[in-house]
């Protein structure tokens, strides 16, 4: 199995910049979450979904938007990118609350 | 809502013992422990529920205590594998989020 697809796995953008993350899961997980991580620091919610429409802002939200028109696809976008949002990403997903979660392999971002 | 997690570091001998706390401020679900190598995604190592009871995987173990909002997780006789950072994550009562902590990095030396 496949599990959580991240991509891309690199990506450097330029101030102002946008861009999409995408992240897709083979296992009929409802609930998916993006999370970011900055150097030394543990694990940020972003956005979270618990289904298909469904979607709602974790602790960091600002900066991103998300979208899930489908149970596998969780992409997370980017507008007017900034230094700030310069971090490792990391898609989750999970079947229910609470979570054993499985990770994607992070997307590592800089903003230059 | 972060969680908080104790130590922030510590280093061991392979065959030491070592414990990482985790406490929340607010009422908790369900706490889970995960490790991540350096460059690697999280990876999943247990789950607490609700109940305050003990759970075991190999010479890892962990306890959630809900009435102090507080998990710890024991780590036994430790192997040069165990080294990495480990998080404990919270959910709570409340919400469909879970949140982790700020990391304990962990290294286990010859």
């Known amino acids: 199995n496949a599990g959580v697809t991240q991509t891309p796995k690199f990506r450097i953008l330029k101030i102002g910049q946008s861009m999409t993350l995408q992240c897709t899961q083979d296992m009929n997980h409802n609930y998916m979450y993006w999370y970011r991580q900055d150097p030394g620091m543990g694990l940020k919610l972003i956005y979270y979904s618990v289904g298909a429409g469904i979607t709602d802002k974790g602790e960091v939200p600002n900066g991103y938007n998300v979208s899930r028109s489908t149970t596998e696809d969780f992409p997370l976008r980017l507008e007017l990118a900034a230094p700030s949002q310069t971090s490792v990403y990391f898609c989750?997903?999970?079947?229910?609350?609470?979570?054993?979660?499985?990770f994607g392999q992070g997307t590592r971002l800089t903003v230059v | 809502q972060q969680p908080v997690q104790s130590p922030q570091a510590v280093i061991l001998r392979e065959g030491e013992d070592a414990v990482i706390n985790c406490s929340s401020s607010k009422a908790l679900y369900s706490v889970h422990w995960y490790r991540q190598k350096h460059g690697e995604a999280p990876v999943f190592l247990m789950i607490l529920l609700k109940g305050g009871e003990q759970k075991g995987h190999e010479k890892i173990s962990a306890s959630f205590n809900e009435k102090k909002q507080q998990s710890s997780l024991y780590l036994t006789a430790s192997q040069l594998s165990y080294s990495g950072t480990y998080f404990c994550g919270t959910g709570l009562n409340t919400g469909n989020q879970f949140y982790f902590g700020t990391g304990t990095s962990l290294t286990v030396i010859p």
């Open positions: 989750a997903s999970s079947w229910w609350e609470p979570p054993e979660a499985f």
